[in-house]
C-alpha cells in the first residue's frame, strides 16, 4: 500500500463525507491502484435546482476531490497534492442520474514524476464531461491540480564554493 488508505476502505469514507452523502453524490467505482474512479450523482428531489435539474453546484462538487485523491493515491506519501483551480461549462440541463469518470494514465503519472522530481511544482490539468443516463454530456469541468514532492523528499542542491 502506498498511501494511508486502501481504495475500498476510501470509497466508503467519501460516500459518507458531507459533502457527498447529503448531496446524493456516490462513489461507485475507485481501482485498487487509484488509476480510476467513477462518480454519480443521483436524481432526487433535494438534488435539483428551482427548474427540476440536477443543481449545478452538486455536478461541480463531484468533480472536486477525485484528481487530488488519484494522484495521491497513485504517487504516494512523498507528495503534496490538491486542487489549485476549476472551472465548469454547463451545456445542457440533467434530468436524471449523473456520472463522471476519472481515469489517470501512466504517462500521466510519470509525467508528474519527471516534472516534480527536482522539487518543482507541477499543475496538470484535467478535463472531466459529467453525462446523463443517455450518455448525452451535460457538462464539462476543467481541473488543475496542484503536485510538488514534499520538502523532505525534494532534492537538494549541494552548493560547493571553490
Not at 472551472?87 to 501512466?106: M, Q, V
Not at 496538470?124 to 443516463?133: G, N, R, Y
Request: net charge positive.
Amino acid at each position: 500500500m502506498r498511501w494511508a488508505f486502501k481504495p475500498g476502505v476510501m470509497r466508503h469514507l467519501l460516500n459518507f463525507w458531507p459533502p457527498f452523502f447529503f448531496s446524493g453524490i456516490k462513489v461507485a467505482a475507485l481501482s485498487d491502484d487509484y488509476r480510476y474512479c467513477r462518480v454519480e450523482l443521483k436524481s432526487r428531489p433535494w438534488t435539483r435546482n428551482i427548474n427540476s435539474s440536477q443543481f449545478g453546484g452538486s455536478m461541480f462538487a463531484m468533480t472536486d476531490p477525485i484528481y487530488p485523491l488519484l494522484l495521491m493515491g497513485a504517487l504516494g506519501k512523498e507528495y503534496l497534492v490538491w486542487d489549485k483551480q476549476a472551472d465548469i461549462n454547463y451545456i445542457k440541463p440533467g434530468y436524471s442520474r449523473l456520472t463522471a469518470e476519472f481515469w489517470l494514465s501512466d504517462e500521466m503519472v510519470e509525467q508528474v514524476k519527471r516534472e516534480t522530481d527536482g522539487g518543482e511544482k507541477f499543475f496538470p490539468q484535467f478535463l472531466v464531461h459529467i453525462k446523463d443516463a443517455n450518455n448525452q454530456v451535460i457538462c464539462e469541468v476543467n481541473r488543475t491540480v496542484y503536485v510538488r514532492k514534499k520538502p523532505k523528499y525534494r532534492a537538494t542542491e549541494s552548493v560547493t564554493k571553490a
